[in-house]
């Protein structure tokens, strides 16, 4: 057993920076290629079920896996706190590699049913709740202080590059192979992530010398524990705030309201595709300026000063006259969100204790994954009643709620990043 839980202090603390040390590499690739998976799992999903099914049944498909991932979520940070972020991890990308093998060899054998197209999506569902909160927790647990602000942006870049290289993936292995075939190289991106994730040293947790925390109380009184943790920090409990009220306001008009706007405009698919890649490619630029940069100076002040730009800009979008402005407007807050919201992320990381990581974690997915998503058929029905105009600006105005949240506070303003050398907060 003390073989397979490693920990961080066979190298001295700070001794590389973090995109020259091997543990975080092999831990930054496992994640491409679970995450690569994910977007190849969702083409395959959603393309069977438009094979078997009409629009009533795929969209009950596609929304099935957001029912247990939103109840469970909270949970999964109990779990992962508990039972540890490692272990869980890894069982998390095992359980998902092995179910959608299962279902691969089903299709092959038959057609896929709706049923069993319903099956997968609530067992990823319920796998995610508990994944996405120990996943999410792991940079401060694989690196030092002073390099966590880097890392997230490693890791926001990973996540952009499998948006763009999961769905084209996914597109070519249902075209020439059929549904079998996809789900069955969805299970292998999966299983090529388990023997890199084994081999991923984790830092211990202060007063223990491993990697699992000690027992808690029983699973409620953790999760009450977590919360009550979090809305009594000066600095997560703003941030957490100001991401539940912002991500509410601003992703139902970036996505839905995205779509209906080009519809409005007569700009078509491309032009949607046009506004998606320039917001793409700014929340890339964002994250390659902390990779490259590590932790900024007055982290605090620029993420208030960021948020503001893309409240605005997100509202502006519906009010440009072009489809090149509308680009330009989507680059430019692709850049100041995608950088925002990793210093937030880092921040949050660096402020919290680590035995509360995987709660604080499942708070902050929740408000991302859960709540936020409840905006769309609430923008998509108040832009077909009075267009896309004044949506888009009464949903940027909501969000610039969560940019005075952030104003407001002290702690949010002078927070700072850890410098190289630094102690940990």
């Given at each position: 057993m003390a073989s397979l839980v490693k920990t961080a202090h066979e190298r001295p603390a700070g001794l590389r920076p973090a995109y020259r040390d091997g543990n975080v590499l092999r831990w930054l690739a496992a994640f491409t290629l679970s995450l690569v998976g994910d977007g190849v799992y969702f083409v395959a999903l959603g393309w069977s079920a438009q094979k078997v099914a009409g629009p009533t049944e795929v969209g009950l498909v596609m929304a099935a896996g957001a029912l247990p991932r939103a109840l469970l979520m909270l949970g999964g940070g109990v779990a992962a706190d508990r039972w540890g972020l490692r272990r869980v991890v890894i069982?998390?990308?095992s359980v998902r590699c092995l179910f959608i093998l299962l279902v691969a060899a089903f299709v092959a054998v038959t057609a896929p049913a709706v049923w069993i197209l319903v099956t997968l999506a609530l067992?990823?569902?319920?796998?995610?709740?508990?994944?996405?909160?120990?996943?999410?927790?792991?940079?401060?647990?694989?690196?030092?202080?002073?390099?966590?602000?880097?890392?997230?942006?490693?890791?926001?870049?990973?996540?952009?590059?499998?948006?763009?290289?999961?769905?084209?993936?996914?597109?070519?292995?249902?075209?020439?192979?059929?549904?079998?075939?996809?789900f069955a190289v969805a299970g292998l991106l999966f299983a090529l992530s388990l023997p890199l994730l084994l081999t991923v040293r984790l830092r211990p947790l202060a007063g223990h010398g491993h990697e699992r925390p000690a027992a808690g109380a029983v699973p409620g009184t953790g999760l009450v524990d977590g919360l009550r943790y979090v809305r009594r920090h000066r600095l997560i409990g703003p941030l957490v705030v100001v991401t539940a009220i912002t991500e509410l306001g601003l992703i139902g008009i970036l996505?839905?309201?995205?779509?209906?706007?080009?519809?409005?405009?007569?700009?078509?698919?491309?032009?949607?595709?046009?506004?998606?890649?320039?917001?793409?490619?700014?929340?890339?630029?964002?994250?390659?300026?902390?990779?490259?940069?590590?932790?900024?100076?007055?982290?605090?002040?620029?993420?208030?000063?960021?948020?503001?730009v893309g409240c605005v800009g997100g509202a502006a979008i519906a009010l440009v006259p072009s489809l090149p402005l509308a680009v330009a407007l989507a680059t430019a807050v692709g850049a100041a969100m995608g950088l925002c919201g990793s210093l937030g992320n880092a921040l949050v990381q660096t402020a919290a204790d680590p035995a509360y990581l995987g709660r604080v974690t499942s708070v902050v997915m929740l408000s991302v994954l859960g709540l936020a998503p409840l905006s769309y058929p609430l923008v998509g029905a108040a832009i077909g009643a009075w267009g896309a105009a004044p949506v888009f600006v009464g949903c940027g105005a909501f969000a610039g709620i969560g940019a005075l949240v952030a104003l407001r506070s002290a702690a949010v303003r002078q927070a700072e990043l850890p410098r190289a050398g630094s102690a940990s907060p």
């Open positions: 069982a998390g990308d067992v990823f569902g319920a796998v995610d709740a508990l994944f996405v909160p120990a996943v999410g927790a792991l940079p401060p647990r694989m690196t030092t202080p002073d390099q966590l602000a880097r890392l997230t942006g490693m890791k926001s870049l990973s996540m952009r590059f499998s948006q763009i290289v999961g769905p084209p993936i996914g597109g070519l292995t249902m075209g020439f192979g059929g549904a079998a075939t996809t996505n839905v309201g995205m779509v209906l706007l080009n519809s409005e405009r007569g700009w078509g698919p491309s032009g949607y595709g046009w506004i998606v890649s320039g917001f793409g490619a700014g929340a890339a630029a964002g994250a390659v300026l902390l990779t490259i940069a590590g932790g900024l100076p007055r982290a605090g002040r620029l993420f208030v000063g960021t948020l503001p």
